[in-house]
Nanobody, 115 residues
Framework: QVQLVESGGGLVQPGGSLRLSCAAS????????MGWYRQAPGKERELVAT???????NYADSVKGRFTISRDNAKNTVYLQMNSLKPEDTAVYYC?????????WGQGTQVTVSS
């Protein structure tokens, strides 16, 4: 069974940086697309960024130029480098792995941007 283990969330001041990691295990296949989504209190879950196995990336407009998604295919791990964080980035961040025939989610990691 596929498991996604996230790490790297926490509390940071506005303008600060955090790096999230998510490692996928339990499958002999490599995820087709990996990504990050987030959900703020009272809001729907939204896409943050995705990356294909070939390295093609996609970002939400709200994070372009501040966040960078990357991936280590050998480790089935996806990263999200978050710079210039804003209070509106506060949310639970979820890792996502799309194996085409099925999609898996991590348990979520809290990111809080506050002074």
């Amino acid at each position: 069974q596929v498991q996604l283990v996230e790490s790297g969330g926490g509390l940071v001041q506005p303008g600060g940086s955090l790096r999230l990691s998510c490692a996928a295990s339990g499958s002999i296949f490599r995820p087709n697309v990996m990504g990050w989504y987030r959900q703020a209190p009272g809001k729907e879950r939204e896409l943050v960024a995705t990356i294909t196995g070939g390295g093609t990336t996609n970002y939400a407009d709200s994070v372009k130029g501040r966040f960078t998604i990357s991936r280590d295919n050998a480790k089935n791990t996806v990263y999200l480098q978050m710079n210039s964080l804003k209070p509106e980035d506060t949310a639970v961040y979820y890792c996502n792995a799309d194996y085409v025939v099925d999609v898996y989610w991590g348990q979520g990691t809290q990111v809080t941007v506050s002074s």
